[in-house]
T-cell receptor, first 113, second 118 residues
Framework: DGGITQSPKYLFRKEGQNVTLSCEQNLNHDAMYWYRQDPGQGLRLIYY???????QKGDIAEGYSVSREKKESFPLTVTSAQKNPTAFYLC????????????FGDGTRLSIL | AQTVTQSQPEMSVQEAETVTLSCTYD???????LFWYKQPPSRQMILVIRQEAYKQQNATENRFSVNFQKAAKSFSLKISDSQLGDAAMYFCAYRSPFWIQGAQKLVFGQGTRLTINP
């Protein structure tokens, strides 16, 4: 079955360390997204990409970086500049058709040691 | 910019009863797309139902239906015969038509936490 795979499920970061969250999709979707979710809160957009080798900042891009070298993959790096990285991170993808929903992965929980 | 408002942070309902979750949005467009997502304790985001603004008929998916009031910019979700498995956070989301800058993004509400009482 087609879907979105996020790994790892749980990730721990030490102070001053960069970590990379993986997101892979086999839905052949053009657009991919990264969201951050804090406890009891809604989703906030970090970065998104509509095509390979192109991406745009979302609402809370500071302290994060992304790449889109392949259509299937959209990794998110949480840099040491992100001072409060503890959160739940969701990756999503979309066909580009207006009436179609975004499809989501199962998420990665990032915690600070 | 478009905004989505869910005015009920928390709701509760007795098992087997009906509950309605509210969602309002702000837009100047006549064509757009609306979605309800469910996020259970597992934290997966699951599509519940979708509605295209040009369709006057309210969308229905089994026990889930919407009351789409275009003039009032309201998109409420009705859950009939509530089940324990319906307990989750519910998010309303809006997407602009393709000719609008930002149409590739979903605008989410803040969510409503639904509790089902046995």
């Amino acid at each position: 079955d087609g879907g979105i795979t996020q790994s790892p499920k749980y990730l721990f970061r030490k102070e001053g360390q960069n970590v990379t969250l993986s997101c892979e999709q086999n839905l052949n979707h053009d657009a991919m997204y990264w969201y951050r979710q804090d406890p009891g809160q809604g989703l906030r957009l970090i970065y998104y990409s509509q095509i390979v080798n192109d991406f745009q900042k979302g609402d809370i891009a500071e302290g994060y970086s992304v790449s889109r070298e392949k259509k299937e993959s959209f990794p998110l790096t949480v840099t040491s500049a992100q001072k409060n990285p503890t959160a739940f991170y969701l990756c999503a993808s979309w066909t580009g058709q207006g009436n179609q929903p975004q499809h989501f992965g199962d998420g990665t929980r990032l915690s600070i040691l | 910019a478009q905004t989505v408002t869910q005015s009920q942070p928390e709701m509760s309902v007795q098992e087997a009863e009906t509950v309605t979750l509210s969602c309002t949005y702000d837009t100047s467009e006549s064509d757009y797309y609306l979605f309800w997502y469910k996020q259970p304790p597992s934290r997966q985001m699951i599509l519940v139902i979708r509605q295209e603004a040009y369709k006057q008929q309210n969308a229905t998916e089994n026990r889930f239906s919407v009351n789409f009031q275009k003039a009032a910019k309201s998109f409420s979700l009705k859950i009939s015969d509530s089940q324990l498995g319906d307990a989750a956070m519910y998010f309303c989301a809006y997407r602009s038509p393709f000719w609008i800058q930002g149409a590739q993004k979903l605008v989410f509400g803040q969510g409503t936490r639904l509790t089902i009482n046995p």
